[in-house]
């Protein structure tokens, strides 16, 4: 009897263990159903959605895909560049008589453009400032270049090729292009030729501080078109292939494209190679003060309303004594906000106002001072305080066996052949910064000196890649 009332009360509380059970299960359940509905990922509804879809034109689909005819149009324009020169180069009167040095070619490649048909091509500063030599690969063809002139303010420089007929590029308006406007990149990353990459202006007027140089311009262009070590010196060109810009720039920390890319405007490289076809250097007009970004901390720096509805314009710093501002005057603290036609915003607009000018231009300045707004003329001086053109003066001495021109830092060397300097083994583009311990700057001081002297010489200098090249030797 005890056995089944065991067996009775262990079944019936089996039985409730068991309803207890399913009941919590089908709570449970239902709560999660429910949370599953309050679930987006998760939610399904009942009808599908279905969007009225307006089919495109054709026609016009295509236009806003395709580049095979900017492509077509561009890059036969665009040049492939050798840069060759001489590391770890090691020079002595030793090394004359032994062949010894252990210095080492390097090739390092770029792009170019062919801007006029009779052989004038324009690439980065950047891309053959360490050569010794350069060559242009062109239509399965190897050219040996002649460097016309340098601008390392704004990253270009300008080539000649002995040839004719070439296909120049088809210049374009930097000015009008829009922000959200397909652009395509044509040039040779990584040593692939005629490569083609497309993209959108993604900002213009950009200030990235990778010019090195005592006044730099930069209002880059901002593309996400894919350039890449190699593409330097490249072009950059609208939806009908006409050239906006040439492809200077990443911002990358792998040193490969990372999405962003910059392009010297168009219309800042026309003159600057004109200048440099013409003169031989550029033509810089200074306005003879420092310009800032007029924002809250600089207009707080210089004591200036800050409760203002917005910081437009420029803000004039440091002027130069005597300079085309200060002459015109011009204050610190003033703001400009207009430039001949153009209104001013940013320190890289006023920037590319200003490189396209000469010196001895009357620009118009529409400045605000104390809450008025004024207008004045400037007169825009060159580096040198005047308003002349600065005419380059190359020495040529057959002697010697080369050309010497004044530089920044002393005396540079090239074309460099038979004579003197070949003789001793100068590297070309070589920069003689002092003899026998004395700082020269002027050309024709070297040149009477090697005419003139006999016995020991210590030459110091550096050469195309910026590296010390001291040299020794006898003059008998």
Same mark, same amino acid.
């Given at each position: 009897m005890n056995t089944f009332k065991t067996i009775l009360v262990g079944f019936l509380?089996?039985?409730?263990?068991?309803?207890?059970?399913?009941?919590?299960?089908?709570?449970?359940?239902?709560?999660?159903?429910?949370?599953?509905?309050? /679930?987006?990922?998760?939610?399904?509804?009942?009808?599908?959605?279905? %969007? +009225?879809?307006?089919? %495109? +034109?054709?026609?016009?689909?295509?236009? /806003?895909?395709?580049f095979s005819l900017a492509a077509a149009k561009a890059t036969p324009s665009v040049v492939y560049i050798n840069s060759i020169s001489q590391s770890g180069a090691s020079y002595s009167y030793w090394d004359l008589l032994f062949g010894g040095g252990g210095s080492q070619t390097? @090739?390092?490649?770029?792009?170019?453009?062919?801007?006029?048909?009779?052989?004038?091509?324009?690439? /980065?500063?950047?891309? @053959?400032?360490?050569?010794?030599?350069?060559?242009?690969?062109?239509?399965?063809?190897?050219?040996?270049?002649?460097?016309?002139?340098?601008? %390392?303010?704004?990253? #270009?420089?300008?080539?000649?090729?002995?040839?004719? /007929? #070439?296909?120049?590029?088809?210049?374009?308006?930097?000015?009008?292009?829009?922000?959200?406007?397909? @652009? @395509?990149?044509?040039?040779? %990353?990584f040593s692939l030729s005629s490569t083609v990459t497309v993209g959108i202006v993604s900002a213009k007027g950009r200030r990235i501080n990778v010019v090195e140089d005592k006044f730099p311009i930069e209002s880059f262009i901002q593309t996400d078109a894919a350039i890449n070590p190699g593409n330097s010196g490249g072009a950059l060109v609208n939806k009908n292939g006409d050239l906006v810009g040439i492809n200077t720039a990443i911002l990358s920390r792998t040193g490969s494209y990372t999405g962003y890319a910059f392009a010297v405007p168009v219309d800042i490289a026309k003159k600057v190679v004109e200048d440099l076809i013409k003169y031989g250097l550029p033509q810089k007009a200074f306005f003879g003060g420092d310009v800032m970004e007029y924002d809250y901390q600089n207009a707080k720096k210089y004591d200036l309303d800050v409760n203002v509805k917005e910081f437009k314009g420029v803000l004039l710093g440091d002027l130069s004594r005597g300079g085309a501002a200060a002459k015109a005057g011009l204050q610190e603290g003033d703001i400009i906000i207009r430039v001949n036609e153009a209104d001013i915003n940013s320190k890289s607009a006023f920037e590319e106002e200003l490189s396209y000018r000469y010196p001895g231009d009357k620009v118009s300045i529409d400045y605000l001072r104390s809450g008025k707004k004024l207008n004045v003329s400037v007169t825009l001086f060159n580096k040198n305080g005047d308003t002349n053109l600065v005419k380059r003066k190359i020495f040529n001495d057959g002697t010697l066996g080369a050309n010497l021109e004044a530089v920044e830092y002393g005396v540079k060397i090239n074309k460099i052949r038979d004579g003197l300097f070949s003789r001793l083994g100068l590297p070309e583009n070589y920069t003689i910064v002092s003899i026998n311990r004395q700082r020269v700057k002027d050309p024709q001081e070297v040149i009477d000196f090697f005419n003139e002297f006999k016995g020991p010489v210590y030459l110091y200098g550096f050469n195309s890649s910026r590296q010390e090249v001291p040299l020794r030797f006898n003059l008998r």
């Amino acid at each position: 009897m005890n056995t089944f009332k065991t067996i009775l009360v262990g079944f019936l509380a089996g039985l409730a263990g068991a309803y207890t059970f399913f009941a919590y299960q089908t709570e449970k359940t239902a709560r999660e159903q429910a949370k599953q509905e309050l /679930n987006v990922n998760n939610f399904e509804p009942k009808e599908i959605y279905r %969007p +009225n879809i307006i089919e %495109p +034109n054709s026609a016009a689909a295509s236009d /806003n895909v395709d580049f095979s005819l900017a492509a077509a149009k561009a890059t036969p324009s665009v040049v492939y560049i050798n840069s060759i020169s001489q590391s770890g180069a090691s020079y002595s009167y030793w090394d004359l008589l032994f062949g010894g040095g252990g210095s080492q070619t390097q @090739v390092s490649s770029g792009s170019g453009v062919i801007f006029t048909q009779d052989g004038y091509i324009v690439t /980065n500063n950047h891309v @053959v400032e360490s050569a010794e030599k350069i060559q242009v690969l062109y239509n399965k063809k190897s050219y040996d270049a002649e460097l016309i002139g340098t601008d %390392p303010s704004t990253d #270009l420089a300008v080539l000649k090729i002995k040839e004719t /007929n #070439l296909p120049a590029i088809v210049l374009g308006n930097s000015k009008t292009l829009a922000v959200g406007e397909w @652009v @395509v990149a044509v040039g040779n %990353p990584f040593s692939l030729s005629s490569t083609v990459t497309v993209g959108i202006v993604s900002a213009k007027g950009r200030r990235i501080n990778v010019v090195e140089d005592k006044f730099p311009i930069e209002s880059f262009i901002q593309t996400d078109a894919a350039i890449n070590p190699g593409n330097s010196g490249g072009a950059l060109v609208n939806k009908n292939g006409d050239l906006v810009g040439i492809n200077t720039a990443i911002l990358s920390r792998t040193g490969s494209y990372t999405g962003y890319a910059f392009a010297v405007p168009v219309d800042i490289a026309k003159k600057v190679v004109e200048d440099l076809i013409k003169y031989g250097l550029p033509q810089k007009a200074f306005f003879g003060g420092d310009v800032m970004e007029y924002d809250y901390q600089n207009a707080k720096k210089y004591d200036l309303d800050v409760n203002v509805k917005e910081f437009k314009g420029v803000l004039l710093g440091d002027l130069s004594r005597g300079g085309a501002a200060a002459k015109a005057g011009l204050q610190e603290g003033d703001i400009i906000i207009r430039v001949n036609e153009a209104d001013i915003n940013s320190k890289s607009a006023f920037e590319e106002e200003l490189s396209y000018r000469y010196p001895g231009d009357k620009v118009s300045i529409d400045y605000l001072r104390s809450g008025k707004k004024l207008n004045v003329s400037v007169t825009l001086f060159n580096k040198n305080g005047d308003t002349n053109l600065v005419k380059r003066k190359i020495f040529n001495d057959g002697t010697l066996g080369a050309n010497l021109e004044a530089v920044e830092y002393g005396v540079k060397i090239n074309k460099i052949r038979d004579g003197l300097f070949s003789r001793l083994g100068l590297p070309e583009n070589y920069t003689i910064v002092s003899i026998n311990r004395q700082r020269v700057k002027d050309p024709q001081e070297v040149i009477d000196f090697f005419n003139e002297f006999k016995g020991p010489v210590y030459l110091y200098g550096f050469n195309s890649s910026r590296q010390e090249v001291p040299l020794r030797f006898n003059l008998r």
